[in-house]
């Protein structure tokens, strides 16, 4: 049995593991082969308000996400917009110097009128003393005024190219200054969120903190049954591409490290820069955000999907995450949270992109 199939079958019995710690949570619950087990304890006192609590804190996680987003394709927007810029100084500086070569060829063709003493070359040429002088003035003639033709019309050019410069510059440098506010806003929002569910989490009681754990343990157990049930898994047996399997060794080999909104590792990760950088060990280079990782890679069907494909939750594609096989995906979760596998279903399933389609 290889690394990756030993990491993906070890990625499994995490996810069993995760199951059982909801089990437990709770005192009966549907299993993954579908047995039904004990009926459920009745809920402690207050638990509704928890259950709230959690809804309410999971939906500000959700939407720091999607301003997580906005956040990254700003942020990203902005690093191609100055690297144009600087491409653009660039160009521009290239310009002037053939500006410079351009007008010293002028000056160099004045300086030998001049030094001729400043006849016409027409009077030069009407004085020849032979035909031949004739004929060869005459053709050296044409030679210099086609020259000074094209002198001119590159001058022109040059000139035209550095002002179409200019106004590029200009547009880039607005652009910049959009995405500039535009990540500005977005980490307001992102701070706003997480700082508002961490002052709900900070109010809870240490046994409620364990309780919100298991609840939301719970919520995903049961999503991921439901997913199930409907024998979805029977259908998706396609094995890993090579790439694909170098991606998932390298995703699941950040389990453990703390999600931070914005990181793209190594020491910390959000949910698509795992996936992009998972990927980018693997040799191919993705767009940075769930969003974008949506618009931009192929669509595969569920049934279809294989270790490696990345699976977009919710309806704003504001999470991702990474299958690893049977039915379990490794991913970035939220702040507070480590990397960590879960059921590929215990989130509402947007679409699933392949990056090596």
Known sequence: MGTVERRRRGGVSTLALLCATALLAVSGAVGVTGVAQAAPAAPEPGAKSLEQVRKEIEELYRQAGTATDAYNLAEGEAKAQSAKIVEIAKQVVAGQDRITALKDRAGAAARAQYRSGGMPAGARLALSGTPSQFLDGADRIRQGEKATTDLLSEMNRTQSDLQQYAKDATAQWEKLEANRIKQENAKKEIEGKIKTAEALE???????????????????????????????????????????????????????????????????????GLTSQAWRAAGKNIPRTSQEQLRLLPKVAIKDMRPGDLIIYFDDASHVGMYVGDGAIVHAPRPGRNVTLTGAGSMPIKAVVRPDA
Do not use: H
């Not at 809870?204 to 997913?227: H, N, P, S």
């Not at 890993?240 to 490290?257: C, D, I, L, N, P």
């Open 202 to 272: 900070s109010k809870l009681q240490a046994e409620e903190k364990a309780r919100l754990i298991q609840l939301e343990q719970e919520a995903q157990y049961q999503a991921q049954t439901a997913w199930l049930s409907t024998g979805v898994l029977k259908e998706i047996n396609s094995s890993a591409s090579e790439s694909g399997k170098r991606a998932v060794q390298y995703a699941t080999g950040q389990m453990g490290k703390p999600y931070v909104w914005g990181a793209e590792g190594p020491d910390s990760f959000d949910c698509s």
